[in-house]
């Protein structure tokens, strides 16, 4: 059965060109497209579609509102295009905080350096996104039974070895499709005195983290930064990884810092999960506590694997609360997740955890 795709923006020539580039795929059929909002929600309701695609300026209704009211009768995924520019990185924002569910650069050179890359890219969100959501409302009518064998929320497996006397040093936090909102929902519940440093590695373009960082800044009792190299790592502060690049730790002494550096092209998550983790696993070992929330791929799973020889713990985000059940999925399907948890119920055992007052 094909996804099901609905094309909606005000350009005829952009809902053309997305057409005929989506319809390659003989897997993806467009159904219908639309140039504004409020034609949008129409052509929801009589198509009902796996996948929207959404422009956020357009006339009647914007883009974030369509989505707003979209994910108020409806479950479909919506996937945003958005300029890579200050004001693009703030509306894309509002609108994955809206519900939308993904986004990417309008401009295909953009996405990635090549078109066939950047073709692919697109291709494979939009599929991505249609087998979460068809997967989620098959788990509503048969319940867990497609996922026999995997971890349940709040689930926790023993492991050897573990016997932890102290609170965690760190907190790593690794995320992609669905990650803004769910990084939001954790971090906004920590206190302003967290006694550790927290590293935030979430797929984004460059041109977006620092709005990112920003917003969160606004929304936390912790303090967000945009990482910078150099930086020494202090409690209480989160630090997320810049866009394009990659982040990794450095010890001096009883210090850490940040070393941040261009990216390998070879590499595809700038910034990766994976490399972070890797990292930390060196200079924390033990003294670890890392999240893999939601997102779509198996990024951070070779990281965690990492920290969990290294004696850290890993906690995963259930299936139930994920936008796309891809990097949870890979640390539980190999063995390397101690806790399991719905994304609302992180906090409190964060706060337990770094035995915080």
Partial sequence: MKVKVLVVDDSSFFRRRLTEILNQDPLIE???????????????????????????????????????????????????????THEG????????????SDFLPKRFEDIALDKHTAIKTLLDRVKGLATAAISARSRKVVGNSMMAGALKPE????????????RPKVLLIGSSTGGPVALQKVLTQLPQDFPAPILLIQHMPSAFTPTFAERLNGLCKVNVV??????????????????????LLQQRADEVYLKIIESAQDISYKPSVDITFGSASRV???????????GM??????????????????????????????????VVKAG?????????DFSHSLLKEFQCQ
């Fill in 155 to 166: 689930s926790v497996v023993t492991k050897v070895n573990k016997s932890k006397q102290s």
């Fill in 30 to 84: 467009v159904v219908a497209t639309a140039e504004d909002g409020l034609q949008a929600l129409a052509m929801v309701k009589q198509y009902q579609p796996d996948v929207v695609t959404m422009d956020i300026e357009m006339p009647k209704l914007n883009g974030i509102d369509a989505v707003r009211h979209i994910r108020q009768d409806s479950n479909v995924p919506v996937l945003m295009f958005s300029s890579l």
């Fill in 284 to 294: 924390y070992q033990q003294d670890a506590l890392a999240l893999v929330l939601t």
């Fill in 226 to 247: 945009h990482a910078e190299n150099g930086m020494k790592l202090e409690p209480g502060v989160a630090y997320l990884a810049p866009g394009g690049m990659q982040m």
């Fill in 89 to 100: 990185a703030k509306a894309t924002i509002e609108a994955l905080e809206a519900g939308a």
């Fill in 336 to 344: 390397l997740v101690d806790k399991v948890f719905a994304i609302d």
């Fill in 297 to 330: 791929g198996a990024d951070g799973c070779e990281g965690a694997r990492l920290l969990q020889q290294a004696g850290a713990d890993i906690w995963a985000q259930d299936e139930q609360s994920c936008v796309v059940y891809g990097m949870p999925r890979a």
